[in-house]
């Protein structure tokens, strides 16, 4: 029936276009109702579902075909209504609790790391300027500080035609182009960033597609050809992605039953949903802290970690770490395993978002933690992100948002949205995987929950960087015809957009657009948009963020953060315990 309503390949083989358009709100409604149709567990109680109500600008706010707003603000939605769930078995008397989504703001929280503002001045105009190197503490470690560095992560021509790859640094971008024959310290190719994607580009199209793959599973690197949807969807790793709910919630194995565990009763100064929870946390970059933030938006009380010796993005300690407290932990010694441990054996939620090999020589991983939980009596929650999914073949290899775009065909289908010859592939210009995979952590680990105060157990939540990809692709939900796209591109004069470009870049035209056209009716610190905090650890400066995408007619209720953003490790490990 869904197909019956598309036209097929407008953007390319296995791809479905709306044939007529329909308001963000109204759509996203539809778009919420199939996704709770089809999440094992969900409520199918329409007195619960008719609660939600969407609201925002009627025309699409951000780049290209892919309805990425819709799914997130729905998604949300699904937050909102497992949150009301669990207020009500916390004894919240629900008198008609109401819960709203704006899906513009939805749009603009896909750009979250840079929709904030520090000291009155926006984030972005803060990175043009270079103010943010005094500002944000340095847990970069040089991984951008050269052209080629910085081109390494971006999507180039191979030795055939129609087929473009996605490169990835990896946060350690000279093992990436030394594999490719290209020298990390040519000078010539140094000389800007344009040099230096012309210079990786003019290496990669003597390469096929094929060996391109080949030489980064050999050594262990990120990488993936852009995929049509039709190919990703044929694949053996797409079948064995698609025979999971997107929202994949399942008991802990190995299981042992474990009685109900209540909700704390509610703090009358602090009635969010999941105030008394406790979350540890230990991911990195956006999609992993993206869970944890969203829960401190409901009130769990999160401990992040942060392994010192390991790279990551000095901008997103801004956003991504509202309403948390913050530790380094290094795993490989004694001592700092000991600490993690000891939060582990009293935390309700475990969020990692390393290989999920990885975290078994740590002790850590879901075996580990489903003994532990096992011998406490108590059940657990273990959240995991990753690219590829839970199981098969691909599980285990190494994946960041720019892969999943190229794996799922998101990357394939923005080029083609932009008219680009030979098939040059873009990716989708916000970090929307890395989002929305987050979200869907968060929304499953509501369910998890909710389902173990109610049944018991100790359950497992996954969430995937290509998983969101592929729903978003998927014919029930259905891409923006070609008018609809350029109108968009009209209406914020996008500057453009190319393979070679850094999802950093993408995120600053973005950016650009959305002033040009709201100013001040969003995006301006002083619109009603932003949660201001007086004060923050970055230089003593005020911090205001993007207000948490879920409201509830009842404001006690209200996902909010009281507390800032902190650095990484901000804390003494040793002295951070559970409230």
């Known amino acids: 029936m869904a197909e019956a309503s598309k036209i097929p390949d407008v953007y390319g083989p296995g791809t479905h276009t709306d044939k007529t358009f329909v308001p963000v709100p109204q759509d996203t409604e539809r778009i919420f109702r199939m996704l709770a149709a089809e999440t094992p567990g969900f409520t199918q109680d329409e007195a619960l579902l008719s609660k939600v109500k969407f609201t925002?600008?009627?025309?699409?706010?951000?780049?290209?075909?892919?309805?990425?707003?819709?799914?997130?603000?729905?998604?949300?939605?699904?937050?909102?209504?497992?949150?009301?769930?669990?207020?009500?078995?916390?004894?919240?008397?629900?008198?008609?609790?109401?819960?709203?989504?704006?899906?513009?703001q939805a749009g603009?929280?896909?750009?979250?790391?840079?929709?904030?503002?520090?000291?009155?001045?926006?984030?972005?105009?803060?990175?043009?300027?270079?103010?943010?190197?005094?500002?944000?503490?340095?847990?970069?470690?040089?991984?951008?500080?050269?052209?080629?560095?910085?081109?390494?992560?971006?999507?180039?021509?191979?030795?055939?035609?129609?087929?473009?790859?996605?490169?990835?640094?990896?946060?350690?971008?000279?093992?990436?182009?030394?594999?490719?024959?290209?020298?990390?310290?040519?000078?010539?190719?140094?000389?800007?960033?344009?040099?230096?994607?012309?210079?990786?580009?003019?290496?990669?199209?003597?390469?096929?597609?094929?060996?391109?793959?080949?030489?980064?599973?050999?050594?262990?690197?990120?990488?993936?050809?852009?995929?049509t949807p039709e190919q990703w969807n044929n694949s053996t790793m797409g079948k064995s992605l698609a025979a999971h709910p997107v929202i994949n919630v399942k008991p802990l194995s190995p299981q042992t039953p474990t009685a109900p565990v209540a909700f704390p009763p509610l703090d009358p100064n602090d009635k969010r949903p999941l105030a008394g929870v406790r979350v540890l946390e230990m991911t990195r970059v956006i999609a992993g802290p993206q869970i944890s933030t969203i829960l401190s938006s409901l009130g769990a009380d999160v401990i992040r970690v942060n392994p010192p010796h390991l790279p990551d993005i000095n901008v997103l300690q801004l956003t991504l770490n509202a309403g948390k407290r913050t530790i380094g932990l290094d795993l490989r010694q004694p001592e700092d395993s000991a600490i993690l441990q000891s939060l582990l054996k009293d935390a309700d939620v475990f969020v990692q978002g390393f290989r999920l090999g990885k975290m078994k020589k740590y002790g850590l991983s879901q075996d580990d933690v489903a003994a532990m939980a096992a011998a406490r009596g108590r059940g657990i929650v273990y959240v995991s992100e990753n690219c590829y999914g839970p199981d098969g073949y691909y599980a285990e290899r190494p994946g960041w948002q720019q892969i999943a775009d190229a794996a799922a065909g998101s990357a394939y289908v923005t080029g083609r949205s932009l008219n680009l010859p030979n098939n040059e592939a873009v990716l989708p210009s916000l970090p929307i995987s890395d989002m929305t995979c987050g979200l869907l952590g968060a929304v499953g680990t509501l369910k998890a929950l909710r389902d173990r105060a109610v049944k018991g157990g100790s359950y497992s939540v996954h969430s995937s960087l290509v998983a969101v990809n592929t729903y978003a692709l998927r014919p029930e939900v259905g891409l923006y015809p070609r008018e609809v796209v350029k109108e968009c591109t009209e209406r914020f004069q996008w500057a453009e957009m190319r393979g070679q470009h850094h999802v950093l870049d993408l995120l600053v035209t973005v950016w650009d657009g959305w002033k040009r056209v709201f100013g001040a009716s969003y995006l301006e610190?002083?619109?009603?948009?932003?949660?201001?905090?007086?004060?923050?650890?970055?230089?003593?400066?005020?911090?205001?963020?993007?207000?948490?995408?879920?409201?509830?007619?009842?404001?006690?209720?209200?996902?909010?953060?009281?507390?800032?953003?902190?650095?990484?490790?901000a804390q003494r490990a040793a002295e951070v315990k559970w409230a």
């Open 56 to 104: 925002g600008e009627d025309f699409p706010v951000i780049p290209g075909p892919i309805k990425a707003v819709s799914v997130a603000a729905a998604l949300h939605a699904m937050a909102g209504v497992l949150a009301d769930e669990i207020l009500t078995l916390r004894g919240a008397e629900d008198k008609g609790r109401q819960i709203t989504v704006n899906t513009t």
């Open 108 to 227: 603009f929280w896909l750009g979250t790391i840079a929709v904030a503002h520090v000291g009155g001045e926006d984030v972005v105009s803060l990175v043009k300027q270079g103010k943010t190197k005094s500002l944000i503490p340095d847990w970069e470690q040089g991984w951008t500080d050269t052209p080629l560095k910085y081109r390494a992560t971006a999507l180039y021509p191979t030795a055939d035609p129609a087929v473009w790859y996605s490169l990835h640094g990896s946060m350690d971008a000279p093992p990436v182009l030394k594999s490719i024959g290209v020298d990390p310290a040519d000078a010539a190719a140094n000389a800007s960033n344009e040099s230096a994607a012309a210079h990786i580009a003019q290496h990669t199209s003597n390469i096929s597609p094929e060996k391109l793959e080949m030489t980064n599973l050999l050594n262990g690197l990120c990488g993936s050809i852009c995929f």
């Open 525 to 569: 610190e002083g619109s009603g948009w932003f949660q201001k905090f007086d004060k923050s650890e970055f230089d003593g400066k005020s911090l205001s963020l993007l207000k948490p995408v879920v409201g509830f007619s009842d404001k006690a209720s209200t996902p909010e953060w009281k507390t800032p953003s902190l650095p990484y490790a």
